[in-house]
């Protein structure tokens, strides 16, 4: 079964706070995809992360992958109003050609 | 970038009838097409793995002989649902993989309502 697990479910911040979602896989996993889906739309590739402990920034994102690469994050500073929508992880396993998806969080930020 | 569209974008048909979703990567060559199902508020529940010119790998729980995949080209992926009942109802969305690389770009996706 699909064992990516995704916390916290919903996430509601003032504008300007910052936001963190976490993923955490019952297996060692080969590399990780963060997604966001905005309301009404399809995933949206962010970013792959595939080595040991490894940070990535894009501008306000920042995302980790963990030293066992069991686990990731994705930090979000200083939320803006388009920072809206669903961040999905997403976990490949050594020697499946698939990605299986975390439950999503759901963040909702007020102007 | 890649682009993947799907269609149709929604439809409704009756309980026991068939309806097909066609899924295209319009700009690079898909050998691997992914099939997911959304349920509202919820994540993406992969259905199945589709490779050109191969039968399809269904994940645990889907029923193959009700969702039947073809992927004929290395552009075109087809989900057909079969004698579709009001539980089939949901968002379907099918992703593409452009050879080795592993980013997957995503259709826009398909609402499918069963009355």
């Known amino acids: 079964g699909q064992q990516v697990m995704q916390i916290p479910q919903y996430q509601h911040v003032q504008e300007g706070e910052d936001f963190t979602t976490y993923c955490n896989s019952s297996?060692?996993?080969?590399?990780i995809q963060w997604y966001k889906q905005r309301p009404g739309g399809h995933p949206v590739f962010l970013i792959q992360?595939?080595?040991?402990?490894e940070v990535k920034k894009q501008k306000r994102l920042t995302f980790q992958f963990g030293e066992a690469k069991k686990n990731s994050s994705l930090h979000i500073t200083a939320t803006q109003t388009t920072d809206v929508g669903t961040y999905f992880c997403a976990g490949l396993r050594y020697n499946f050609n698939k990605f299986y998806f975390g439950s999503g969080t759901k963040l909702n930020v007020k102007p | 970038g890649a682009v993947v569209s799907q269609h149709p974008s929604r439809v409704i048909c009756k309980s026991g009838t068939s309806v097909k979703i066609e899924c295209r990567s319009l700009?690079?060559?898909?050998?691997?097409m992914f099939w997911y199902r959304q349920f509202p508020k919820k994540s993406l529940m992969l259905m199945a793995t589709s490779n050109e010119g191969s039968k399809a790998t269904y994940e645990q729980g889907v029923e193959k002989d009700k969702f039947l995949i073809n992927h004929a080209s290395l552009t075109l992926s087809t989900l057909t649902v079969t004698s579709a009942h009001p539980e089939d109802s949901s968002f379907y969305i099918c992703s593409a993989r452009d050879g080795s690389a592993y980013e997957q770009y995503f259709g826009p996706g398909t609402r499918l309502t069963v009355t």
């Open positions: 992360l595939v080595k040991s402990g």
């Open positions: 297996t060692t996993l080969s590399n």
């Open positions: 700009d690079f060559q898909a050998t691997t």
